[in-house]
């Protein structure tokens, strides 16, 4: 027999199975440019993060406070320094003494110019030509070869302290190869030692008889420099040998004695105390550190790619919103990365309080809804503690300042309303940091500057929202509370041309809000949108006023004109208002309205006496240029648009004739797969229903008619409408 907790293991192991085959990974498929956008943002955080852990290791390897406080070298240690773990470091000293002997047995590099030889040989050619003696020409160019091929060096001005001192290196370049030659430095013949090496060689090799009395200095003129000190060579070698010089590392054991109490401190010591100071306050030096905050990094990102798709959120945001949400996530790790550095230290203050997290939290109330906002009120902070920059007090104090912000702004409205917000969450910030000052039994004289700047946050948050929203607002082109109670205005310009202009669709257009307006409060959907976009639905109908019915008086213009091109006429309002909308800068939702009231829908009326007219007829030609609607708002609109177009055609409306004649022009929309990409379902489109009978009810109910007398007194006949159209497509 099942036990109660059996039962509830099993409902839940249900409920979570059916979840898993609900999920649909196309759900959270980002796109190419928020996709782009998300790694950019994730490579920025990372860069982010390792330089703040750099600039961390930096100063506190600056700091060794206790080393540098406690020991000094020459005092007598007045305790014992054991060390708690192994470690090794460099031997920085050891390690330049060591790179400096292996410098100074760089041999410095020579060029030898074959040029220059070749050169002494032809001068020499000329001087000794006839009718100079053959024998006296062989001679002199056989002692200036022997010279030149044991090079002459270019020493003057060359320092070559620095380098070897026995040996050099004389590079020969032979075509697409070099020639490497390691030489004595003793025997390197320079300008001042030509004469020398000139005799020598006559020594060696004397003059014939006849020439017996020849002058040396006859050859040493001709004698020139034939190899030059090479210093980029020069300064290849000693790179590539200071590549080869391993570091000297050092290593401390564990329980090691670095320092003895009662001893003289040396230097050496010195270094291993500020070693052992740097790497006992230095974990994050550990490259598995780095390692694990990049990975922390991205599973912080998946989160956020997992919440922002509609299995978490219940509806797809767009790509500009997508973008948003990648680059708030970013700033608020940079950002707290950045008031983690300036923070004062050991103030005992959480670093979040110097840090407007109910801003970046504000943001996407506004633009994506507060779901979104009280989400991301939770996985900032995270992030900005796997990146190290929140320590458990910060980490509470922005989760509750967060929280705070995506709940205090859930009624606004109007855009003093941010600073009314931003007072609330002052409010509580002063309530957390009094929470946290008293958990850690902290110093009562941090109080007062700790409240102040948490009530300081919040209102300043507040503050740079106002300063904040309307570029992001119009960088975004996004329908946010506030814009869309702007534009409900009924004074605006545009709609009050369109009051002056055609009245009949201003009267329409105000009839169609307060129906979709009472329709998606009902159903849950964002009511606001529905009413601006019922208002500007029809804009492009002050081209031509006079074709729509309810702008016509005692003339139909349609009589006049076939019914192909009236169809014309009528669909051509679509287009112009989503042309005047865009001209407009309205919000892309309240275009999509106005693309979308009516759909891919025929023009029934015209289409049927076209075909009386013409007998064959191409649909198309009669078929609005829209798509259905996409979005619950555009659906119940479209509902309302065609609802209160047809209702007029009703003699003596009642409730109950209402809601049969509304019943049935929804099932035509649904009929005509006009619906299927709205998600509404049937319950919304039964609550739909009720709301529209409802408003219409109240209305049509207020207004009384009174008989009128006919002839011989008689009421006059009631009048039947022109023509009753069954989706009431005529009304455009």
Same mark, same amino acid.
């Given at each position: 027999m099942k036990t109660t907790a059996d039962s509830a293991f099993e409902r839940l192991k249900q409920f979570l199975l059916t979840k898993l085959l609900r999920w649909k990974p196309e759900s959270l498929r980002l796109g190419r440019v928020p996709a782009i956008v998300c790694l950019a943002?994730?490579?920025?955080?990372?860069?982010?993060?390792?330089?703040?852990?750099?600039?961390?290791?930096?100063?506190?390897?600056?700091?060794?406070?206790?080393?540098?406080?406690?020991?000094?070298?020459?005092?007598?240690?007045?305790?014992?320094?054991?060390?708690?773990?192994?470690?090794?470091?460099?031997?920085?000293?050891?390690?330049?003494?060591?790179?400096?002997?292996?410098?100074?047995?760089?041999?410095?590099?020579?060029?030898?110019?074959?040029?220059?030889?070749?050169?002494?040989?032809?001068?020499?050619?000329?001087?000794?030509?006839?009718?100079? &003696?053959?024998?006296?020409?062989?001679?002199?160019?056989?002692?200036?070869?022997?010279?030149?091929?044991?090079?002459?060096?270019?020493?003057?001005? =060359?320092? !070559?302290?620095?380098?070897?001192?026995d040996f050099a290196e004389l590079l020969t370049m032979l075509g697409d190869r070099t020639e490497r030659e390691r030489i004595s430095r003793y025997g390197m013949v320079s300008a001042g030692r030509v004469e020398y090496v000139v005799a020598r060689a006559m020594d060696t090799l004397p003059p014939p008889p006849e020439f017996a009395d020849m002058d040396p200095q006859i050859l040493v003129s001709f004698v020139r420099e034939n190899a030059f000190f090479f210093p980029d060579g020069t300064q290849r070698r000693v790179a590539e040998t200071m590549e080869r010089v391993q570091p000297v590392t050092r290593t401390i054991d564990q329980g090691q004695r670095i320092v003895r109490q009662g001893f003289v401190i040396t230097g050496e010591q010195m270094r291993d105390l500020h070693a052992y100071a740097l790497y006992a306050a230095l974990p994050v030096q550990a490259p598995r550190n780095h390692v694990g905050k990049i990975l922390l990094l991205g599973l912080l990102y998946l989160l956020v790619v997992l919440l922002q798709g509609r299995p978490v959120m219940g509806r797809e945001f767009p790509p500009g919103q997508k973008c948003l949400l990648f680059v708030l996530v970013f700033l608020y790790l940079a950002g707290a990365g950045l008031t983690a550095g300036l923070a004062p230290p050991d103030g005992g203050f959480p670093v979040s309080l110097f840090f407007p997290t109910a801003l970046l939290v504000m943001i996407p109330a506004v633009f994506m809804g507060h779901l979104a906002?009280? =989400?991301?009120?939770?996985?900032?902070?995270?992030?900005?503690?796997?990146?190290?920059?929140?320590?458990?007090?910060?980490?509470?104090?922005?989760?509750?300042?967060? =929280?705070?912000?995506?709940?205090?702004?859930?009624?606004?409205?109007?855009?003093?309303?941010?600073?009314?917000?931003?007072?609330?969450?002052?409010?509580?910030?002063?309530?957390?940091?009094?929470?946290?000052?008293?958990? !850690?039994?902290?110093? &009562?004289?941090?109080y007062p500057p700790m409240m102040f700047w948490a009530l300081l946050n919040g209102v300043v948050s507040g503050m740079l929202m106002l300063g904040v929203l309307p570029p992001l607002e119009h960088f975004l082109n996004a329908a946010t509370t506030f814009r869309l109670i702007e534009?409900?205005?009924?004074?605006?310009?545009? !709609?009050?041309?369109?009051?002056?202009?055609? &009245?009949?669709?201003?009267?329409?257009? =105000?009839?169609?809000?307060?129906?979709?307006?009472?329709?998606?409060?009902?159903?849950?959907?964002?009511?606001?949108?529905?009413?601006?976009?019922?208002?500007?639905?029809?804009?492009?109908?002050?081209?031509?006023?006079?074709?729509?019915?309810?702008?016509?008086?005692?003339?139909?213009r349609h009589d006049d004109i076939a019914p192909r091109l009236s169809a014309t006429v009528i669909r051509s309002h679509l287009k112009i208002g989503v042309e005047k909308s865009r001209q407009l800068g309205l919000p892309g939702e309240v275009v999509d309205i106005v693309a979308e009231h009516?759909?891919?829908?025929?023009?029934?009326?015209?289409?049927?006496?076209?075909?009386? /007219?013409?007998?064959?007829?191409?649909?198309?030609?009669?078929?609005?240029?829209?798509?259905?609607?996409?979005?619950?708002?555009?659906?119940?609109?479209?509902?309302?648009?065609?609802?209160?177009?047809?209702?007029?055609?009703?003699?003596?409306?009642?409730?109950?004739?209402?809601?049969?004649?509304?019943? /049935?022009?929804?099932?035509?929309?649904?009929?005509?797969?006009?619906?299927?990409?709205?998600?509404?379902?049937?319950?919304?489109?039964?609550?739909?229903?009720?709301?529209?009978?409802?408003?219409?009810?109240?209305?049509?109910?207020?207004?009384?008619?009174?008989?009128?007398?006919?002839?011989?007194?008689?009421?006059?006949?009631?009048?039947?409408?022109e023509r009753a159209p069954e989706t009431g497509e005529a009304a455009g």
């Open positions: 943002s994730f490579v920025a955080s990372v860069l982010v993060t390792v330089t703040f852990i750099n600039l961390e290791a930096e100063n506190l390897e600056a700091d060794g406070r206790w080393v540098r406080d406690d020991f000094e070298v020459g005092m007598v240690a007045d305790r014992d320094v054991i060390a708690e773990y192994r470690f090794s470091f460099v031997d920085e000293d050891a390690t330049r003494i060591i790179m400096e002997l292996e410098r100074s047995l760089v041999p410095a590099v020579f060029l030898y110019d074959p040029s220059a030889t070749r050169g002494v040989l032809e001068s020499w050619e000329e001087f000794a030509a006839a009718p100079a &003696p053959e024998a006296f020409r062989d001679y002199g160019r056989e002692i200036l070869g022997a010279v030149m091929a044991g090079r002459v060096f270019a020493l003057d001005g =060359v320092d !070559l302290g620095s380098y070897h001192p906002a009280f =989400v991301l009120a939770l996985v900032f902070p995270l992030g900005a503690v796997a990146a190290g920059f929140f320590d458990v007090p910060s980490y509470v104090f922005a989760v509750v300042s967060g =929280v705070a912000a995506a709940v205090v702004f859930r009624n606004a409205e109007k855009r003093m309303d941010l600073i009314k917000a931003g007072m609330k969450i002052a409010g509580v910030n002063f309530l957390a940091v009094t929470v946290i000052l008293l958990t !850690l039994s902290a110093d &009562p004289a941090t534009l409900s205005d009924l004074n605006a310009p545009v !709609l009050r041309k369109l009051f002056t202009t055609a &009245p009949g669709t201003y009267s329409h257009s =105000v009839m169609v809000a307060t129906l979709a307006e009472q329709a998606c409060q009902d159903i849950g959907a964002n009511a606001l949108l529905a009413r601006v976009g019922a208002y500007y639905h029809d804009i492009g109908k002050m081209e031509n006023p006079g074709y729509f019915v309810e702008n016509q008086t005692d003339h139909n009516h759909g891919n829908s025929l023009i029934m009326w015209f289409y049927k006496k076209a075909e009386e /007219q013409e007998g064959q007829v191409d649909s198309e030609d009669f078929t609005y240029p829209g798509t259905p609607p996409r979005s619950k708002e555009a659906a119940v609109v479209m509902l309302a648009d065609v609802t209160e177009a047809a209702i007029r055609t009703l003699v003596k409306p009642t409730a109950a004739k209402m809601e049969k004649f509304i019943q /049935q022009l929804i099932d035509a929309k649904v009929e005509h797969g006009q619906l299927a990409r709205s998600e509404l379902s049937f319950r919304d489109l039964e609550i739909i229903k009720n709301a529209f009978v409802k408003v219409l009810a109240g209305y049509y109910h207020s207004r009384i008619e009174y008989p009128k007398a006919g002839a011989g007194g008689q009421p006059a006949p009631e009048p039947k409408p």
